[in-house]
């Protein structure tokens, strides 16, 4: 059975990332900069259905929605999408002084299933990069209670 909450999702090397966050938070502007910048593939924009298989969490988009990005100042734009992916991580959106400089251990829960989940801000430059370390690394490893990650333990 698939649920929709209300965020992104794009899949990226390393994993399908859900985006989450309050209205005007910056789910559609971090997906369009990954997509733009970093290679990553539209899942959904603005409600994503979620279904558990196996084990595993998946995303897709809501028929309505498929290929949809808005882009805040411009509107709706059309673009390739992925009709289903695994989640791998999961990013919750916060204000900039509310992101922790080391990564505390939380988790995304839905349908019996988790996602290793950062709380990051959409507009910092450094945001794209973190998302790409994390899914080289929690998805595998989990977190590092020193925050150090890519230790040769962790290889």
């Given amino acids: 059975m698939s649920e929709t909450v209300h965020g992104s999702a794009v899949l990226v090397t390393g994993g399908g990332v859900l985006l989450l966050g309050a209205s005007g938070s910056g789910k559609s502007s971090l ?3 990954l997509i733009e910048n970093f290679g990553a593939r539209l899942i959904a924009d603005d409600r994503v259905g979620l279904s558990e298989k196996k084990g595993v969490l998946r995303a897709d988009a809501p028929p309505p929605l498929a290929g949809k990005l808005e882009l805040r100042g ?12 695994v989640l ?8 900039r002084q509310n992101v922790p400089r080391i990564a505390e251990e939380t988790f995304f829960h839905h349908q019996g299933c ?29 977190f590092s209670q020193t925050g150090v990650y ?4 962790e290889l």
């Fill in 31 to 33: 997906a369009a900069h």
């Fill in 74 to 85: 411009l509107g709706v734009v059309r673009l390739p999408f992925v009709e289903n992916a």
């Fill in 88 to 95: 791998s991580l999961s990013i919750n959106l916060v204000a």
């Fill in 114 to 142: 988790r996602l290793p989940q950062l709380d990051l801000h959409a507009f910092d430059l450094a945001t794209p990069h973190v998302i790409l370390q994390a899914l080289a690394h929690l998805p595998r490893h989990g």
């Fill in 150 to 153: 890519g230790t040769e333990t």
